[in-house]
């Protein structure tokens, strides 16, 4: 083996080592977290530098579960959380993949300058508008329900609607040209064409959408507001730290834990039109 070969490959194990040590920086506060769910809520501060649970409490599952004053458990939260995020999801995919297909295959004055504006929205804090929509909404009588989170989704989403168009933008327009020649109209060639042909994109646009609803909390916190009923994960969660008593850090940690797994899940289950969304390659001619 000459000296550069060697060099090489201690370089690529220092490479190695440096990233897993850098990821294990990373998770362990979510280490950290799952661990202490299994301790007593009295032990978990004054054990904070054991992540070992001695003894093993299994109780903050159930307790947690059964949420705070027993009124409504996990499951409506849970519940909520995944109708909520699940329907804005499909609305603003649905929205975004149709006006993505206006960009990219439509041929009418001003859509450049329309795209350049919905570029444009992206630099838009959020902040700047959460006033201004929250006086809407309330004039609209929307406050204390979920339409002020769902209803906007079906008007599309700005990012969603970049990455669906430069995806979109891949695909050969000669599959489009066939499909006139065979009599397809323009709408036709949407749903027969450019829809199965973007999955990976729609894929990925609804996985971001999921998540980024699914974690949530200053919008139900906007919104939906004191109706309890309503309330998704994120909300919920808020139910333990009580600073007018003590805090059932224990119970906290767990349902913490467990509001990880859908997106986890998803996100596992999904990784492969993930990678193959966010390349927006499309299809080579």
């Known amino acids: 083996m000459t000296a550069?070969?060697?060099?090489?490959?201690?370089?690529?194990?220092?490479?190695?080592?440096?990233?897993?040590?850098?990821?294990?920086?990373?998770?362990?506060?979510?280490?950290?977290?799952?661990?202490?769910?299994?301790?007593?809520?009295?032990?978990?501060?004054?054990?904070?530098?054991?992540?070992?649970?001695?003894?093993?409490?299994?109780?903050?599952?159930?307790?947690?579960?059964?949420?705070?004053g027993g009124?409504?458990?996990?499951?409506?939260?849970?519940?909520?959380?995944?109708?909520?995020?699940?329907?804005?999801?499909?609305?603003?995919?649905?929205?975004?993949?149709?006006?993505?297909?206006?960009?990219?295959?439509?041929?009418?004055?001003?859509?450049?300058?329309?795209?350049?504006?919905?570029?444009?929205?992206?630099?838009?804090?959020?902040?700047?508008?959460?006033?201004?929509q929250?006086?809407?909404?309330?004039?609209?009588?929307?406050v204390g329900s979920?339409?002020?989170?769902?209803?906007?989704?079906?008007?599309?989403g700005g990012f969603f609607i970049f990455l669906i168009t430069n995806f979109m933008n891949g695909i050969p327009q000669e599959l489009d040209e066939a499909a006139r020649i065979d009599g397809c109209s323009f709408a036709k060639i949407y749903l027969k064409i450019m829809l199965?042909?973007?999955?990976?994109?729609?894929?990925?646009?609804?996985?971001?959408?999921?998540?980024?609803?699914?974690?949530d909390f200053l919008g139900p916190l906007l919104y939906i507001q004191g109706r309890q009923s309503y309330f998704p994960v994120t909300l919920a969660l808020r139910f333990f730290a009580d600073p007018a008593a003590d805090t059932d850090w224990g119970a906290m940690f767990a349902m913490s834990g467990l509001s990880l797994l859908p997106s986890v899940v998803i996100f596992i289950l999904f990784q492969k039109y993930l990678v193959e969304g966010i390349s927006t390659s499309g299809l080579k001619a």
């Open 71 to 132: 009124r409504y458990t996990f499951t409506t939260f849970f519940l909520n959380s995944a109708f909520y995020a699940g329907l804005a999801s499909i609305g603003v995919v649905a929205s975004s993949s149709l006006i993505a297909y206006s960009f990219s295959r439509g041929k009418y004055k001003g859509r450049k300058l329309l795209f350049g504006i919905m570029i444009g929205t992206l630099l838009i804090p959020a902040q700047v508008l959460m006033i201004p």
């Open 146 to 156: 979920y339409l002020p989170l769902i209803v906007p989704a079906f008007f599309g």
């Open 196 to 215: 199965p042909l973007s999955v990976p994109a729609l894929i990925t646009s609804a996985l971001f959408s999921f998540i980024w609803r699914w974690d």
């Open 134 to 142: 929250y006086l809407w909404f309330h004039w609209l009588g929307w």
């Open 4 to 68: 550069l070969a060697t060099t090489k490959k201690v370089r690529k194990i220092l490479g190695h080592i440096i990233v897993i040590a850098i990821g294990l920086i990373m998770i362990y506060p979510l280490v950290w977290m799952v661990m202490s769910s299994f301790k007593n809520s009295g032990l978990v501060f004054e054990t904070a530098g054991s992540l070992w649970p001695d003894p093993w409490d299994f109780t903050n599952y159930r307790t947690g579960w059964q949420g705070i």
